[in-house]
């Protein structure tokens, strides 16, 4: 989930950065909270669950995210870095939670879950409000980020250590073979 967003930010980045206002926004997840980067396993080819590679990845994004933004600043470019997240959206996704097939489970989600288009709102305000600033992190403004319009939220305190963003910087460029121009 992380190495081809690092690969294809990497492909494209000399042609974003000639574009006009140009701005890279990766996609996360409140499942940041419960990731950790086990760089000893990076592609959970030695044991994989499900919900430990998701939160993995998404921590991933934010990390990648805050680091692009700390090289980009570093060089003076006009080029930012966002992430977002859409809190929980009713989508296909919610067949794969634990009880999904329970009857009365699809009214229940329904009421407290975003529908799609409110959940790609985060990931839209990110990508085209003129206001956004690169490092910023974009959820939703209701109870616990579930759902709710996009605002400005707070990721996590290993998303921001700088070290760690370093380290998985260069271990995606080795375990993908692209290099950025910063």
């Known amino acids: 989930n992380h190495l081809g967003h ?3 930010t990497g ?3 000399d042609a974003l950065r000639a574009g006009s206002a140009p701005r890279v926004v990766n996609v996360s997840s409140q499942a940041h909270r419960m990731g950790r980067i086990r760089f000893d396993d990076l592609q959970s080819e030695g044991s994989y669950q499900k919900w430990v ?3 993995q990845s998404k921590l991933a994004n934010l990390l990648f995210t805050l680091e692009l933004q700390r090289r980009l600043d570093a060089i003076g470019a006009d080029t930012i870095a966002v992430a977002a997240h ?3 959206s009713n989508t296909e996704l919610m067949r794969h939670i634990p009880g999904s097939g329970l009857p009365g489970f699809s009214l229940l989600a329904g009421l407290v879950t975003n529908s799609p288009p409110v959940g790609a709102l985060g990931t839209l305000r990110a ?3 003129p206001a956004v ?3 910023q992190y974009y959820g939703p403004s ?3 980020e579930l759902v709710g319009h996009p605002v400005l939220v707070k990721s996590n305190s290993k998303s921001h250590d700088v070290a760690m ?3 998985l910087w260069t271990v995606s460029e080795e375990l993908t073979g692209v290099k950025f121009g910063v």
Do not use: E, I, K
């Open 6 to 8: 690092f690969a294809l």
């Open 127 to 129: 990508a085209t409000d």
């Open 142 to 144: 209701g109870f616990r």
């Open 11 to 13: 492909r494209l980045f």
């Open 133 to 135: 600033q690169g490092g």
């Open 86 to 88: 859409p809190g929980v």
């Open 53 to 55: 590679a998701y939160g």
């Open 165 to 167: 963003q370093q380290r």
